[in-house]
């Protein structure tokens, strides 16, 4: 997420959302080991590893890519690109579901073609806002506006929703259910499965990526910019669902 609106007071944190328990399922998320790298027309989608850390330090020094993060700044060095990484390797991967994205050209269509390191998308955490997990991606600017990061987001999709899942009983943003026409009758309501993705409103590419992808927007607040160099001004956030195939 990121970017801001014009510069105004500090502000405080947004009322804490109204929650709401739901019967619903979640995935069972296979350790990296065990997962199938994703081939899409251009891109391999698969577990990042320790030895990506300089590619990943790559990607997270160019500014116009971390503007969009909640940090809005480059990493300092390559142990906070490291730090980035440990996030999605084991045990953590048993919690998250990110991908590093290898770009493998336009030509090359063997399974075994090399191919550079241009970004990552995944699910990178389980959102506090809503309950449910939250996707997201970055992708290095050299290969922005070429449809890639909607070809990894379709892809990534698919893969999530075809994992095994279980039943489970979560406390979730209220309007997260609202908003899709379901009404508690008493008891704990069953909901469909969603997966989220929560955008600052000026990042319009990232926009299109999600509704290209099929997430619908579903929840829009301001909240002081959590970026470094946009202290005391506000950031417009929009949280988008995607409802699980068939739901
Ligand atoms: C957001 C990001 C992943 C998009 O990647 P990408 O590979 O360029 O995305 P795609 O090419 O699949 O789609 C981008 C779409 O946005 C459109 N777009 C991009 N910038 C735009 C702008 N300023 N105004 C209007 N449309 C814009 C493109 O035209 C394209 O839409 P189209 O296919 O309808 O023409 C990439 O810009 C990025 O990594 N940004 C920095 C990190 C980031 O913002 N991550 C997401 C945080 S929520």
Redesign the pocket.
């Known amino acids: 997420?990121?970017s801001s609106s014009l510069p105004g007071p500090p502000q405080a944190p947004p009322p804490a959302s109204a929650k709401v328990k739901v019967k619903t399922t979640w995935p069972t998320i296979p350790p990296n080991t065990d997962r199938k790298p994703i081939r899409t027309e251009r891109l391999l989608l698969r577990p990042i590893t320790a030895t990506d850390v300089e590619a990943i330090y790559q990607l997270r020094t160019q500014p116009?890519?971390?503007?969009?993060?909640l940090l809005g700044t480059v990493d300092k060095d390559v142990d906070e690109s490291r730090a980035f990484i440990e996030r999605f390797l084991s045990p953590k991967d048993l919690k998250t579901f990110n991908f590093a994205v290898v770009y493998l050209g336009d030509d090359d269509k063997s399974e075994n073609a090399d191919g550079v390191l241009i970004?990552t998308a995944g699910v990178h955490k389980i959102l506090p806002e809503s309950g449910w997990a939250e996707a997201?991606?970055?992708?290095?600017?050299e290969?922005?506006?070429?449809?890639?990061?909607?070809?990894a987001m379709r892809a990534l999709t698919k893969a999530w929703w075809a994992l095994a899942r279980t039943e489970i009983e979560l406390e979730v943003d209220a309007a997260s259910v609202e908003k899709r026409g379901e009404k508690s009758e008493g008891g704990v309501m069953q909901v469909p499965e969603i997966l989220t993705?929560?955008?600052?409103t000026s990042?319009?590419?990232?926009?299109?990526?999600l509704e290209?992808a099929g997430f619908k927007e579903y929840k829009t607040w301001t909240e002081p910019d959590s970026r470094a160099g946009f202290e005391g001004r506000t950031a417009t956030l929009v949280l988008f669902l995607l409802e699980a195939p068939d739901s």
């Open positions: 997420m990121a116009e890519v971390m503007l969009w993060t970004g997201g991606y970055m992708f290095r600017k290969y922005w506006n070429k449809g890639l990061a909607t070809e993705a929560l955008i600052e990042n319009i590419g990232s926009q299109r990526v290209k």
